[in-house]
């Protein structure tokens, strides 16, 4: 098992940067991806970028590339999501996940998720 928890969302201007954590704790492999989606209302969960855990190769959705940028700090076993430039459509409930063994943009690929952060952005 292994849980996930959120932190640093909030309410930023449109152009302003925000910094999002992911707290990791239980069994975590190092063969494990580790990846940001988001969901706003009355949208489906999207991808947004990922990393692998032991090399942390990157991955990111090519809308938010340039802009978002994931990594990790290994001794505090936490996983970060710098998110620059924002714009209202960032707007949404952003979220934490785990996948075993292998790279995947798709949401149903990931067995463990965290409660989501919420993240506004305001024009």
């Known amino acids: 098992q292994v849980q996930l928890v959120e932190s640093g969302g909030g309410l930023v201007q449109a152009g302003g940067s925000l910094r999002l954590s992911c707290a990791v704790s239980?069994?975590?492999?190092?063969?494990?991806?580790m990846g940001w989606f988001r969901q706003a209302p009355g949208k489906e969960r999207e991808f947004v970028a990922a990393i692998s855990w032991d090399i942390s190769t990157t991955y990111y959705a090519e809308s938010k590339k340039g802009r978002f940028t994931i990594s990790k700090d290994n001794a505090k076993n936490t996983v970060y999501l710098q998110m620059n430039s924002l714009k209202p459509e960032d707007t949404a409930v952003y979220y934490c996940?785990?996948?075993?063994?292998?790279?995947?943009?798709?949401?149903?690929?990931?067995?463990?998720w965290g409660q989501g952060t919420q993240v506004t952005v305001s024009s």
């Open positions: 239980g069994r975590t492999f190092s063969t494990y991806f």
């Open positions: 996940a785990a996948a075993p063994g292998y790279y995947g943009r798709a949401w149903t690929l990931y067995d463990y």
